[in-house]
T-cell receptor
Framework: AQSVSQHNHHVILSEAASLELGCNYS??????LFWYVQYPGQHLQLLLK??????LVKGIKGFEAEFIKSKFSFNLRKPSVQWSDTAEYFC????????????FGQGTTLQVKP | DGGITQSPKYLFRKEGQNVTLSCEQN?????MYWYRQDPGQGLRLIYY???????QKGDIAEGYSVSREKKESFPLTVTSAQKNPTAFYLC??????????????FGPGTRLTVL
């Protein structure tokens, strides 16, 4: 069965620190990849997505992610976090052809200290 | 104002009662989804529907039922058969993309508590 693993469950950083959140998936075929963010009290919203093309994807608010097919990974990065980045982050994967089945990781809670 | 609405925001029910959660979208999306969010477990797919009058079970469909009589509406019923119904329920919708999946857009969620 397909699965998505996010290695860090709870991350605490100071403002201006760099961020990298890990995401690995288990599926050997072609995939679509997503990072969603849930700010406190707000809807789950899309940060960025990868369907094809350049494996380095840029999203909103200065976030980016790199798809490394050989490592089955899609790690999220931001060079300098802000207090407003405090949120829960979810990686999600869809196996192409598996219509409607979006598999989410467990989520990573990021706390940024001012 | 386009988007996905879920009602109510908070819902309390007694054990043994069925309860229906509402989800409406005015984005003209074909596909709609129901997820359950529990702490430390991410989101798990309950049911999804790609077209009116058709829906499929997700990974944790037991104890739940859905209907899709209209494109904009996808209500979820949590039945008394669901062993652990207390959770945060999220509805999502997406356009179809060449028969595949596209970005899912989420509603604000309903927090269900069983007393």
């Amino acid at each position: 069965a397909q699965s998505v693993s996010q290695h860090n469950h709870h991350v605490i950083l100071s403002e201006a620190a760099s961020l990298e959140l890990g995401c690995n998936y288990s599926y050997g075929g072609t995939v679509n990849l997503f990072w969603y963010v849930q700010y406190p009290g707000q809807h789950l919203q899309l940060l960025l997505k990868y369907f094809s093309g350049d494996p380095l994807v840029k999203g909103i608010k200065g976030f980016e992610a790199e798809f490394i097919k050989s490592k089955f990974s899609f790690n999220l990065r931001k060079p300098s976090v802000q207090w407003s980045d405090t949120a829960e982050y979810f990686c999600a994967v869809n196996a192409q052809g598996n219509t409607g089945k979006l598999i989410f990781g467990q989520g990573t809670t990021l706390q940024v200290k001012p | 104002d386009g988007g996905i609405t879920q009602s109510p925001k908070y819902l309390f029910r007694k054990e043994g009662q069925n309860v229906t959660l509402s989800c409406e979208q005015n984005l003209n999306h074909d596909a709609m989804y129901w997820y359950r969010q529990d702490p430390g477990q991410g989101l798990r797919l309950i049911y999804y529907s790609q077209i009116v009058n058709d829906f499929q079970k997700g990974d944790i469909a037991e104890g739940y039922s859905v209907s899709r009589e209209k494109k904009e509406s996808f209500p979820l019923t949590v039945t008394s058969a669901q062993k652990n119904p207390t959770a945060f329920y999220l509805c999502a919708s997406s356009p179809t993309r060449g028969g595949g999946i596209d970005t899912q857009y989420f509603g604000p969620g309903t927090r269900l508590t069983v007393l």
